[in-house]
């Protein structure tokens, strides 16, 4: 199965038709993804022997009417499409320097059902030496939704680096936090994830931190030395405030706020 034919799958039942009666028009979500993989293809540039980089940040530009009705499927269609750049990313052997990011704008000069991709390479951050450097951009970066209870996650991890952490603020020992600002946050080594993790015990693409109804869920994508919480090993969890999470040598807390946001006993 392609990487376009596993798109349309994933979106059965969830956006795929939401999505086209949304706007009313011919435009459909598997055009805006063969749009992306053309983007990709068309930037693609040889940097070394053996790696070929190509964007990992997106913008759907689309008439500003369009805009509005796709608003609340927005989340769910900008997941998919990071998914299936990433996809076609390793069916084509393309590297990313940084976390893949898709978002949506309206812009007045666009009709209804057209759209156009913007494409930019757009490092992560790195956190070094206690100290973290913001990477030079004209692109805006990447905002929270105001998830319920400000879902982050306090750094603490001896013996590894960690990068692609955004600025955040000291929580106690100056301990660097990192706050959860997309729906699906990926966990591991490799350069195209959203918290990259430099750590030799933690698999490329080790584990996910899914936004559900409210509530963090970890998920172990199949890594090779596993994810553990409170030092038990997981395949897929509901965090709760508190709780400590292990991959590899790296050792992150999670944290939520709010009288009702659920307590580990941890």
């Not at 069916?91 to 898709?102: D, H, L, N, T």
């Not at 970890?218 to 409170?230: A, H, P, Q, R, Y």
């Amino acid at each position: 199965m392609g990487v376009l034919q596993r798109f349309e799958r994933r979106l059965e039942g969830m956006v795929e038709g939401a999505f086209a009666r949304a706007f009313r028009s011919e435009l459909q979500p598997v055009e805006v993804a063969s749009a992306v993989q053309r983007e990709m293809d068309d930037r693609a540039a040889i940097v070394a022997k053996g790696r070929t980089l190509v964007p990992n940040d997106f913008v759907v530009e689309l008439a500003e009417s369009d805009q509005e009705r796709l608003d609340v499927y927005e989340e769910s269609l900008g997941v998919e499409l990071a998914n299936l750049a990433r996809d076609y990313a390793k069916e084509q052997g393309y590297s990313f320097v940084g976390p893949v990011r898709m978002r949506f704008e309206g812009v007045p000069d666009l009709t209804t059902g057209t759209f156009r991709i913007r494409s930019g390479v757009i490092r992560g951050s790195t956190l070094q030496g206690g100290e973290i450097r913001l990477p030079a951009s004209d692109l805006p970066r990447p905002q929270g939704r105001g998830f319920p209870g400000h879902p982050r996650l306090i750094i603490s991890a001896p013996g590894a680096a960690v990068v692609g952490a955004p600025a955040g603020y000291a929580e106690g020992g100056g301990q660097q936090t990192y706050d959860l600002a997309t729906p699906v946050t990926l966990l591991g080594r490799g350069t195209d994830c959203d918290l990259r993790l430099v750590d030799p015990g933690v698999s490329r693409h080790h584990a996910e931190l899914r936004i559900e109804n409210g509530q963090v869920i970890l998920v172990d994508l199949g890594s090779t030395n596993g994810t553990f919480v409170n030092g038990q090993p997981i395949r897929r969890i509901a965090l709760t405030d508190g709780t400590q999470l292990s991959l590899g040598r790296t050792t992150l807390i999670f944290r939520q706020d709010g009288p009702d946001a659920p307590r580990s006993g941890y």
